[in-house]
């Protein structure tokens, strides 16, 4: 089975900067796209930034672009998500998720979320 174990969330200051981290296993990573997703309270679930382990791909939401960055290390099997300039509106809990290269995020597997919490 896939396991997605995500860690780095926490509480920080508007403009502040966090980065999150994702360890995955049960998977050939190499072959996989892992993604960042967000909720936050009373919203729907949104993505926020992907990347294809294949072939290096990446993708950002609007609301990331220039702020977030998005890496893989494939000797650590680990996806990171390196957040600058922090707002309010980035307040939710992220989820770090796992697909096979190709494949639509509906057959993703999920971790389990971590809080990102900024404070104005």
């Known amino acids: 089975d896939v396991q997605l174990q995500a860690s780095g969330g926490g509480l920080v200051q508007a403009g502040g900067s966090l980065r999150l981290s994702c360890a995955a296993s049960?998977?050939?990573?190499?072959?996989?796209?892992m993604g960042w997703f967000r909720q936050a309270p009373g919203k729907e679930r949104e993505g926020v930034s992907s990347i294809n382990n294949s072939d290096g791909d990446t993708w950002y939401a609007e609301s990331a672009k220039g702020r977030f960055t998005i890496s893989s290390d494939n000797a650590k099997n680990t996806v990171y998500l390196q957040m600058t300039s922090l707002n309010p509106e980035d307040t939710a809990v992220y989820y770090c998720?796992?697909?096979?290269?190709?494949?639509?995020?509906?057959?993703?597997?999920w971790g389990q979320g971590t809080l990102v919490t900024v404070s104005s």
């Open positions: 998720v796992a697909t096979p290269a190709g494949w639509d995020w509906g057959h993703a597997s």
């Open positions: 049960g998977l050939s990573f190499d072959n996989y796209a």
